[in-house]
């Protein structure tokens, strides 16, 4: 094997090997489109009720910061706050 192929070829692996610990590292990525797709849980919002207590219930084990920027991102929220009868789907 020539030198640069070799070359070439340690790049792949390196590229794969990083790949693979980033999928490891974060779980997110295990779920892939198909379930970004499919159907959500709704919540409607009750008097009293933060994103943050939304996350605290509905995250499990995931980070509630995390949540909170996936559900604000799914609901297309912004920086706004939630309002008590509004619908939020659940990521």
């Known amino acids: ?3 640069n192929k070799r070359s070439a070829a340690r790049i792949a692996g390196v590229a ?12 997110s990525l295990w779920a892939g489109s198909a379930a ?9 919002v009750a008097p009293g ?6 996350a605290e219930r509905h995250a499990g084990r995931q980070d ?3 949540y909170i920027y996936d559900l604000e991102k799914l609901n297309n929220l912004g920086p706004r706050p939630i309002y008590p009868g509004e619908r ?3 990521p």
């Open 49 to 54: 009720e933060t994103l943050w207590s939304l």
């Open 16 to 27: 794969l090997g990083a790949g693979l610990l980033v999928g490891l590292v974060n779980p």
């Open 1 to 3: 094997m020539s030198p």
């Open 64 to 66: 509630p910061r995390d």
């Open 36 to 44: 970004a797709t499919g159907p959500r849980l709704t919540h409607v």
């Open 88 to 90: 939020l789907l659940l």
